[in-house]
């Protein structure tokens, strides 16, 4: 199973990204999916989740500007930011809770970081 992150880069304050991440694999069944982010020297949080009958949760810090989405029939999970803000700047990790073929549990399953650079 692999995930693979795409869509960051630099932007201006008040810019919009759109970052999007693809699963692909033996995979039975996908749960959760979602992003978190990690700044230089801080920990990596949660960003938005999005369950698999399509509940969506965000953190405060980017309510009302980040959207969550997923397309179940091509295994993806997208990322649109809209009034990025240069505190949103960051490596962005997409992940996924997947049950694949062969195995008895889900796992948590995690993307490279996709860079997002927001300038003032």
């Known amino acids: 199973v692999q995930l693979q992150a795409s869509g960051g880069g630099l932007v201006q304050a008040g810019g919009s990204l759109r970052l999007s991440c693809g699963v692909s694999?033996?995979?039975?069944?996908?749960?959760?999916m979602g992003w978190y982010r990690q700044a230089p020297g801080k920990q990596r949080e949660l960003v938005a989740s999005?369950?698999?009958?399509?509940?969506?949760n965000y953190a405060d810090f980017v309510k009302g500007r980040f959207t969550i989405s997923r397309d179940h029939g091509k295994n993806t999970v997208d990322l649109q930011m809209d009034s990025l803000k240069p505190e949103d700047t960051a490596a962005y990790y997409c992940?996924?809770?997947?049950?694949?073929?062969?195995?008895?549990?889900?796992?948590?399953?995690w993307g490279q970081g996709t860079l997002v650079t927001v300038s003032s």
């Open positions: 992940y996924s809770r997947i049950l694949a073929y062969g195995s008895i549990r889900y796992d948590d399953y």
């Open positions: 694999g033996r995979i039975f069944s996908i749960n959760a």
């Open positions: 999005i369950s698999s009958g399509g509940s969506t």
